[in-house]
């Protein structure tokens, strides 16, 4: 878990912060440390949609009843000494105060409750759903690993932001309908999913829309297509909650926290809602281009071109290729006509999350090659072309996601060399569990490492016990 502080991640602890120590919205007493507010009147609230704020709100409320503890005034007072910390402070800094230190425990504890275990939620549910296409527990892993660990998905579930639950949401509710009978509480379990993934990420309707007609696909070919009103029900109920806190908040059902930021009215007012139309730019940008390029971070991705082609040639499960491929696309359309397509201080595109793991699926096709003989050669390259691809994922991932105090910016124009490489030469390493135990640079990381290896076996061997032991 790496400990970052950000304007993104600032705004929505601001919100749950305020509402729990101060019983207000209002984020009038930390405005200071964030540049995502709206400003109604006097007062400041954060912009970005609330989902994860909602929720971080009665989690904050248990951590804050043993942070009050006088004990953790204690723990708090040796953190905020830590030889470890102080190395990574920037110059210029006010230093890693007491009060900065509980934020600080409130951000990772939310991150790891909504980010990084929904994360790791959705691995297994892809793990799981892999299990229709291949069994083969190896093929099924490295698909599962690579998009967990070697896409921006790792960098993003340790962020307090909303994209990696918003994916979570997205994802689990296809997995029910494609996994499970289509009951009642099914539907009604999608419906909520579906809703709350808008409340916690707004472009994520787009796919909804998808998942949605999905869903009513698989109803009418059981002539049931009615029953696609429990949906709409727990759905629109989650809408009606959120369509009243946008009336308590900025006024309006429909009215959003960012036709109220003050530093951003050109982008968010460019367009609709700073959407125009798909530009060659931020096509070539949100791919290949070394600044926010997914292919140029992640090109094990590239294996799902050929991998869409060769499901489709397969002639299994067409349904869920056109919900896959059109979750891709879709998403890939918006971010590519956004007038801010890459996403500020980010690492990667960062609004292609939502269509990572729709996306990751296709790549089990590929790796079913491996288990054919080559003919006339021409699989042979395929082995080390893949593990080439995964190492490069591996450097650039990991180089950038553990890089410094923060995403990189947006007037880095290659965050790898001119970011990552720089960081990483004078060990300046994102906060993280090896630097509280007192590590500094990159032997803090020992933990991290040691930590991904005893998941990913444990893992595997429980996989193993349960292939040994099914019928």
């Not at 998009?147 to 639950?165: M, R, S, V």
């Not at 409340?199 to 698989?218: A, C, G, W």
């Not at 009418?220 to 759905?235: A, E, F, M, P, S």
Request: glycine content about 8%; overall charge neutral.
């Amino acid at each position: 878990m790496m400990v970052r502080q950000d304007p993104n991640q600032n705004s929505r602890l601001n919100m749950v912060i305020a509402v729990v120590e101060d019983g207000t919205f209002q984020i009038d007493k930390y405005v200071e440390n964030t540049v995502d507010y709206a400003k109604v009147g006097d007062h400041y609230y954060s912009d970005k949609a609330p989902g994860v704020a909602l929720l971080g709100i009665p989690l904050y409320s248990g951590l804050k009843f043993f942070l009050d503890m006088p004990v953790m005034d204690t723990l708090m007072e040796k953190l905020s000494n830590n030889s470890a910390f102080q190395s990574t402070l920037r110059q210029g800094g006010s230093g890693i105060l007491k009060h900065k230190v509980r934020f600080a425990i409130a951000q990772v504890f939310l991150t790891i409750m909504l980010s990084a275990i929904p994360t790791a939620l959705l691995a297994v549910l892809m793990y799981r759903l892999l299990g229709e296409f291949d069994k083969n527990v190896w093929h099924r892993l490295a698909v599962v690993i690579g998009y967990g660990l070697l896409t921006p998905a790792f960098a993003y579930a340790g962020a307090f932001y909303g994209h990696q639950f918003s994916t979570f949401l997205l994802f689990a509710a296809f997995y029910l309908i494609f996994m499970h009978a289509v009951t009642t509480k099914t539907l009604l379990t999608v419906g909520l999913l579906l809703g709350y993934s808008v409340v916690t990420e707004y472009p994520s309707v787009l796919m909804i829309i998808v998942i949605y007609f999905y869903t009513l696909y698989k109803l009418y070919h059981t002539d049931d297509w009615k029953r696609i009103g429990w949906v709409t029900l727990t759905g629109g109920i989650v809408a009606i909650f959120w369509m009243g806190y946008n009336t308590t908040i900025f006024g309006s059902p429909l009215e959003l926290g960012y036709s109220h930021s003050e530093l951003w009215q050109d982008q968010h007012h460019t367009g609709f809602m700073s959407l125009t139309l798909p530009s060659l730019e931020a096509m070539w940008g949100i791919t290949f281009g070394m600044f926010r390029g997914l292919f140029f971070l992640s090109p094990l991705l590239l294996l799902s071109i050929p991998g869409f082609w060769l499901w489709w040639r397969s002639g299994k499960y067409r349904a869920e290729w056109i919900l896959s491929m059109a979750c891709t696309l879709i998403i890939f359309l918006f971010n590519s006509s956004s007038s801010m397509w890459w996403g500020g201080f980010a690492i990667g595109p960062r609004y292609l999350l939502p269509m990572l793991p729709f996306m990751s699926l296709s790549i089990i096709f590929v790796f079913k090659l491996w288990e054919h003989k080559p003919v006339g050669n021409y699989l042979r390259f395929l082995p080390g072309l893949t593990l080439f691809l995964y190492a490069w994922s591996f450097v650039v991932t990991w180089g950038l996601t553990l890089a410094e105090q923060s995403f990189p910016s947006d007037t880095i124009r290659n965050p790898f060399v001119e970011y990552a490489i720089p960081n990483w030469q004078i060990g300046n390493i994102a906060r993280n569990a090896g630097t509280i135990l007192g590590f500094k640079g990159m032997l803090s990381l020992i933990p991290l490492f040691i930590i991904v290896m005893i998941l990913v076996g444990g893992w595997w061997l429980l996989t193993q016990r349960h292939e040994t032991s099914s019928p």
